[in-house]
């Protein structure tokens, strides 16, 4: 027996019975001869992290756009964050670890630069050329891992961890009712629906630290029942959802949290999306990445011999306009701003 084999004895014997099993994967659009020594889930996790959009998360804004300071938090920073909390959660109630690490690892490899503005900013200039189109970022992780990676080949990554990154993200939308939410919308893994949990629980609290940070908001703005039901500091709002969420969760089939802790988290995000990511203060860069991010669109769509695979005859404005948004979604903030100063600016005004 191959040392895969053990592992995968080992998952069925010691992992919870509603834990997705790397032996039972409904395996891979393109089937491959078995790894020797790592389960398929664990194959997904490292072709994930050795995939050049992970290393491009490194220069992708999480909220504040091209920060100055070491400190805030970038697009992987935030993914490390998510996996640590994913593995906890999953650890806790017998999940599959290496499953819930290669979803929340995965989960925003499709994320624009310049972070949720961003996202609106390529969203209006994709639909300016094609209107029945639309850009979320959960759909553009799928699509570059099934599509855009690996010179177009995309990375074969298995059903499970394909269908969680798809279904990883809620918007600003309050965090899921298992009782209310269309099965189809849920993930179909209990890993999933713990990556769905954790990306909130991350980005939340550390966006609010992030936030006091940069003098946008302070502690004391904080709704204070979310403060004494959640805690003070960030770790222990953090201790608190988590621990919450495992209670709750026990042996059931749903990965649910208790009411108080539910609410308090969905009211803190109100408050993030009001105050921080759509408030006066983020609206004084959304105009400017609107700028940038649609005048490279216009850009590439008038000079496609620009893009990275060169202009294609006969082809039509709408695959025109597909390409050219993956490879504006692709960018890092410094790239985009470079091929802004570099096709917009005149030479002087770039060397100053």
């Not at 592992?7 to 089937?31: I, N, V, Y």
């Not at 491959?32 to 491009?56: G, V, Y």
């Not at 091209?66 to 593995?87: G, K, N, S």
């Not at 649910?256 to 921080?276: Q, R």
Request: hydrophobic share 40%; proline share 4%.
């Amino acid at each position: 027996m191959v040392i895969r084999e053990q592992t995968e004895e080992l998952e069925l014997q010691l992992l919870s019975p509603r834990a997705a099993k790397a032996a039972q994967s409904r395996g891979r659009e393109r089937p491959e001869p078995k790894c020797p020594l790592r389960t398929d889930f664990q194959r997904d996790r490292d072709r994930i992290i050795h995939s050049k959009s992970f290393r491009r998360l490194t220069y992708k804004t999480q909220v504040f756009i091209a920060p100055e300071l070491d400190h805030y938090r970038t697009r992987l920073t935030h993914t490390l964050e998510v996996a640590q909390i994913a593995r906890t959660i999953a650890r806790a109630l017998r999940l599959n670890e290496d499953l819930t690490e290669a979803i929340a690892l995965g989960h925003d490899l499709g994320h624009t630069p310049f972070g949720h503005a961003g996202e609106q900013a390529l969203d209006d200039a994709y639909r300016c050329f094609d209107p029945d189109a639309r850009f979320r970022h959960w759909e553009q992780s799928l699509r570059v891992v099934e599509v855009l990676e690996n010179e177009g080949r995309g990375l074969n990554l298995t059903w499970e961890t394909r269908d969680g990154i798809a279904r990883h993200s809620k918007g600003d939308e309050d965090l899921p009712d298992p009782n209310a939410q269309r099965a189809a919308d849920r993930p179909a893994t209990m890993e999933g629906k713990v990556v769905v949990f954790s990306d909130r629980i991350a980005y939340v609290n550390h966006d609010i630290d992030d936030a006091i940070r940069a003098g946008l908001i302070s502690l004391h703005d904080l709704p204070r029942r979310c403060v004494e039901v959640l805690g003070e500091t960030h770790s222990q709002r953090i201790t608190t959802m988590v621990s919450d969420l495992v209670l709750h969760t026990g042996d059931g089939d749903q990965v649910v949290m208790g009411a108080a802790v539910l609410s308090a988290t969905d009211d803190l995000k109100d408050f993030m999306f009001g105050h921080v990511y759509s408030g006066a203060a983020a609206g004084k860069g959304l105009a400017k990445v609107a700028e940038v991010v649609g005048n490279l669109f216009r850009y590439y769509m008038d000079n496609p011999q620009d893009l990275p695979s060169g202009a294609i005859g006969g082809e039509s404005c709408r695959a025109l306009a597909r390409r050219v948004c993956d490879h504006v979604a692709g960018m890092t903030d410094r790239y985009a701003l470079q091929q802004f100063s570099l096709h917009f600016l005149p030479e002087d005004w770039r060397a100053a």
